[in-house]
T-cell receptor
Framework: QKEVEQNSGPLSVPEGAIASLNCTYS??????FFWYRQYSGKSPELIMF????GDKEDGRFTAQLNKASQYVSLLIRDSQPSDSATYLC??????????FGAGTTVTVRA | EPEVTQTPSHQVTQMGQEVILRCVPI?????FYWYRQILGQKVEFLVS????????KSEIFDDQFSVERPDGSNFTLKIRSTKLEDSAMYFC???????????FGPGTRLTVL
């Protein structure tokens, strides 16, 4: 049983466009949701966390959470070449672990 | 800004040998974790640790694996007898609370020959 699923990439967007990333999760008891960015060969780097239904904005990033639909998304506005990376959706499963999706690779074309 | 550190950055070992991967979590964090990522695959949870004991472990974390907090700053992962399939990036993470944001170290690339 897959716990966290992300839309398969790769996702290619032109510079300045909006990149939209989606994630669904299976555990209705999950309370904490995270988006990490991972450059090739590097460790996951936190971009955003969201705990409540609705939208949360931080600079060019907006996370959206809908617990009823078990859905979390990430929007990247005004995409830059430096945003080219793999984006990992992570969800707290139980009390002590994160479950990660397989990631969506984003390429921003200059 | 405080960060998680890990040593070594790359470890090469022979199959059957023991390895110890080291981590220094963020100083005021209380929860510690190990994850691994096999090349091209997703990040997988191995174990979480709080108050000097394992809180949760995955099916991957079998008797060949152990964790320890030998002093007030270090957190280690030991693999007793490495297998070829243990080759992966191993990430240490820490958090202030159990469902709080986990911050990841730079990772140790383990290569088992």
């Amino acid at each position: 049983q897959k716990e966290v699923e992300q839309n398969s990439g790769p996702l290619s967007v032109p510079e300045g466009a909006i990149a939209s990333l989606n994630c669904t999760y299976s555990d209705r008891g999950s309370q904490s949701f995270f988006w990490y960015r991972q450059y090739s060969g590097k460790s996951p780097e936190l971009i955003m966390f969201i705990y409540s239904n609705g939208d949360k904005e931080d600079g060019r990033f907006t996370a959206q959470l809908n617990k009823a639909s078990q859905y979390v998304s990430l929007l990247i506005r005004d995409s830059q070449p430096s945003d080219s990376a793999t984006y990992l959706c992570a969800v707290n499963i139980g009390d002590y672990k994160l479950s990660f999706g397989a990631g969506t690779t984003v390429t921003v074309r200059a | 800004e405080p960060e998680v550190t890990q040593t070594p950055s790359h470890q090469v070992t022979q199959m059957g040998q023991e390895v110890i991967l080291r981590c220094v979590p963020i100083s005021n964090h209380l929860y510690f974790y190990w994850y691994r990522q096999i090349l091209g695959q997703k990040v997988e949870f191995l174990v979480s640790f709080y108050n000097n004991e394992i809180s949760e472990k995955s099916e991957i974390f079998d008797d060949q694996f152990s964790v320890e907090r030998p002093d007030g700053s270090n957190f280690t992962l030991k693999i007793r007898s490495t297998k070829l399939e243990d080759s992966a990036m191993y990430f240490c993470a820490s958090s202030a609370a159990n469902t709080d944001t986990q911050y990841f170290g730079p990772g140790t690339r383990l290569t088992v020959l």
